[in-house]
């Protein structure tokens, strides 16, 4: 199984016209992705690789009402619009993958999300993947389809990353161990993003077919002392693996990510490695671990 998309799950590409949003539309087609539709304003009537384009994201449901997902690939200042235009169409599923949308036009998201009942993964997300099955957002533009097929391979194991580059890091040093996934999500790098590792976490739980989990963290905001206490509570029972980034950086000084940075003492990698220690994660302390720790956690269970 999966969590968030599968083979049959029908999406929207807003943006599809754009030279990302069409190269990134290709891959997804290629590798199994159902894309019915795609959405560009002034554009409706045409067509980008034989999918049709309509002007706005209710149009594409009104034609094609199996709509669960969408990809917003669109400049950052427009993320918002067409974010809340896809939660007003009903799209359940929304993947931002523009960076630094603006802080307060994603605190608006996530507060419109949670009152339409919606899932949003991002901004500054390079997508998802359910190996061999489904991809939506960005991944493999550039690399093209068959980098997809070599890097993740179906198994029994989820990956969450805060960064998207990571996410491929560890589903590749997974596969190359022989250890397949089950689905991967780049949450995204921004201090304010849609949904954050405990929202995630609870749906690789229910889950039958993920054994475990493994988490990408990063320096700054609170996503994985979050983790920790969600293990305390008893939110997530798996195993979780843990590795987190930026045990050199100081304080002040931006990570890669705009919401990787350690403000007022808070965000340290040292501290997130702690608490998830403490919470009973396995920390890992150098990513090279990271096959043989999950080979041992698998052969456990």
């Not at 206490?229 to 987190?244: C, E, H, Q």
């Amino acid at each position: 199984m999966a969590i968030l998309i599968d083979e049959n799950t029908s999406c929207v590409v807003q943006g599809i016209t754009g030279r990302v949003g069409l190269a990134a539309t290709r891959i997804m087609v290629k590798y199994g992705t159902r894309v019915v539709a795609g959405v560009a304003p002034g554009r409706g009537g045409l067509k980008a690789d034989g999918i049709p384009v309509y002007n706005t994201v209710e149009e594409a449901r009104e034609n094609h009402p199996e709509i669960l997902a969408s990809t917003v690939i669109v400049p950052a200042l427009l993320a918002k619009e067409a974010a809340l235009e896809a939660m007003d169409a009903g799209v359940r599923l929304v993947v931002l993958n523009p960076e630094r949308v603006p802080h307060q036009d994603m605190l608006e998201i996530i507060e419109y999300s949670r009152r339409r009942k919606a899932m949003v993964i991002g901004p500054n997300s390079p997508g998802m993947v359910t190996p061999h099955k489904a991809m939506l957002g960005i991944y493999a533009v550039g690399a093209g389809v068959e980098w997809l097929y070599e890097t993740f391979k179906p198994g029994p194991v989820g990956v969450i990353s805060r960064s998207g580059g990571q996410s491929t890091t560890v589903a590749y040093m997974l596969t190359n161990a022989g250890i397949g996934q089950t689905t991967v999500v780049g949450i995204g790098g921004d201090p304010f993003v849609g949904s954050r590792f405990v929202d995630l976490l609870p749906l690789f739980e229910k889950d039958p077919e993920t054994r475990a989990v493994v988490i990408f963290g990063e320096i700054g905001t609170l996503q994985e002392e979050e983790v920790a206490d969600l293990l305390k509570r008893g939110g997530f029972t798996k195993p979780l693996i843990a590795y987190v980034a930026g045990k050199a950086a100081k304080p002040g000084m931006r990570y890669g990510h705009a919401g990787a940075i350690i403000e007022r003492g808070v965000g340290t990698a040292e501290s997130k490695m702690e608490a998830l220690k403490e919470a009973g994660a396995t920390v890992l302390e150098s990513l090279s671990d990271l096959p043989e720790t999950v080979k041992k956690l698998l052969s456990q269970g």
